[in-house]
């Protein structure tokens, strides 16, 4: 019999990457979603016919069980998150809800319905925030938002439930991973909009916050299929993923202006309105464990990412009808 994955967040960035993964491995897929009036299939709609989408809410403990005695899965993946940092600060309390409380009712679920089944919680970098790089999985956590607060409540109660309960449930602790399927307020796609509204005439300005903000920017599509592997060891542990590979946006922005041979620096101005209270100025993985012991590696490198991705702005924004590109 085909296993059976269940996963939260399904029609985010990562939730739809890692549906097409499973798929492709003969799986059964099982997308939990939010009931809400703006929920949008759009990233899974190529999938959805092959793909079960079921009701739940991190918030809701019952609607978390109903699920899975439904499903009755072998493997779960929880993506699901308030996952945007600046808007923590502005709804703190509902990400401390969904990305920290929420992880502990997918356990409670898992514990009292499918004990057996193994369980991926989307851990991140930001939880990292100050501490000095490269971050490995002994650097100690030192968040600098309340989304990453957050997640290290989901990290560590992962791991209680690990060593309570004897589950195998683990975290990846994933540096930032983008696509062509990010949403518009990250700022690796705001930046690949922004390059292909210009190029195309739709716009002549790109406002952005720090410039000087260091990071380790992967591909979505590679990331994901660390967090399968991580599911198929025979023992639970928790890695950092990322390319281990550091550009701060400044590089970005020059890479993806330089792509449709634009000068970044006549589009292009800080506006301080953008700059976080408190800001996380350098991450980068050391991602050695992963390598050694998952054998995973990336296989898109920075700069075939960011062309990816302004060529994906272009061709959308070229599709759309007159007068519809500059929204």
């Known amino acids: 019999m085909a296993k059976r994955a269940l996963v939260t967040g399904i029609t985010g960035q990562d939730g739809s990457y890692l549906a097409e993964f499973l798929l492709a491995k003969g799986y059964e897929v099982f997308g939990l979603v939010r009931r809400s009036s703006t929920v949008s299939l759009e990233r899974i709609e190529h999938i959805e016919d092959q793909i079960t989408i079921l009701s739940g809410d991190l918030l809701d403990l019952n609607s978390l069980l109903t699920a899975f005695e439904q499903v009755q899965p072998d493997e779960v993946y929880n993506l699901a998150a308030q996952s945007f940092v600046p808007t923590s600060w502005t709804q703190p309390v509902l990400t ?165 041979g634009l000068d970044w620096r006549s589009y292009v101005s800080q506006d301080d309105r953008l700059l976080r209270p408190a800001d996380v100025e350098d991450l980068v993985a050391d991602p050695s464990k992963a390598r050694s012991e998952l054998g995973w590696e990336p296989e898109v490198d920075f700069e075939a990412l960011m062309r990816m991705m302004v060529e994906a702005d272009l061709g959308r924004l070229r599709a759309e009808p007159e007068g519809q590109g500059s929204s």
């Not at 990453?148 to 990290?155: F, M, S």
């Not at 410039?211 to 380790?216: I, K, S």
């Open 96 to 260: 401390g809800e969904a990305t920290g409380l929420g992880v502990m009712r997918v356990l409670e679920a898992l514990r009292h319905v499918s004990p057996k089944a193994r369980f991926y919680q989307a851990s991140s970098s930001e939880m990292f925030g100050k501490a000095k790089g490269p971050q490995s999985e002994t650097t100690p956590f030192y968040p600098r938002s309340p989304y990453g607060v957050a997640k290290v409540y989901g990290h560590w109660i992962t791991v209680n439930y690990r060593e309570s309960y004897g589950l195998f449930a683990v975290s990846g602790i994933l540096f930032n991973h983008e696509s062509p399927r990010r949403g518009l307020e990250f700022v690796t796609r705001k930046v690949s909009h922004a390059v292909a509204r210009i190029k195309l005439g739709l716009a002549d300005e790109l406002r952005l916050g720090n410039l000087d903000a260091r990071r380790d920017w992967g591909f979505a599509g590679d990331y994901v299929r660390a967090m399968w592997l991580m599911l198929q060891q025979d023992e639970p542990r928790d890695y950092v993923v990322g390319t281990g590979v550091q550009h701060n946006v400044r590089d970005l922005v020059e890479l993806a202006f330089g792509h449709v």
